[in-house]
């Protein structure tokens, strides 16, 4: 994380608070980080190195891709097919 010199204060109600510390509790980090995390993911204040890390972990996937006609008439439905 870059350095954190900034501090804000957020008032959560206590629903919220109690499910944001089982949900960072959850993924073994801070209530803080769980919100910056967030907060990112929101307004896409992304760092080049977030955004190239994003785009690895894409190009790993292994997902079958037909091609754009292929696609497309999987997408759009035969009007046919729609009549009785």
Same mark, same amino acid.
């Given at each position: 994380?870059?350095?954190?010199?900034?501090?804000?204060?957020?008032?959560?109600?206590?629903?919220?608070?109690?499910?944001?510390?089982?949900?960072?509790?959850?993924?073994?980090?801070?209530? $803080?980080?769980?919100?910056?995390?967030?907060?990112?993911?929101?307004? $896409?204040?992304? $760092?080049?190195?977030?955004?190239?890390?994003?785009? /690895?972990?894409?190009?790993?996937?292994?997902?079958?891709?037909?091609?754009?006609?292929?696609?497309? /008439?999987?997408?759009?439905?035969?009007?046919?097919?729609?009549?009785?």
């Amino acid at each position: 994380m870059d350095d954190l010199s900034k501090k804000t204060t957020i008032l959560f109600t206590p629903d919220l608070h109690r499910h944001l510390r089982q949900v960072a509790k959850q993924r073994g980090v801070s209530i $803080g980080e769980l919100v910056r995390e967030a907060c990112i993911a929101q307004y $896409g204040i992304a $760092g080049s190195e977030r955004r190239l890390r994003a785009v /690895r972990e894409m190009a790993r996937l292994e997902l079958p891709v037909g091609t754009p006609q292929h696609m497309e /008439r999987e997408s759009v439905a035969d009007p046919d097919a729609l009549l009785p």
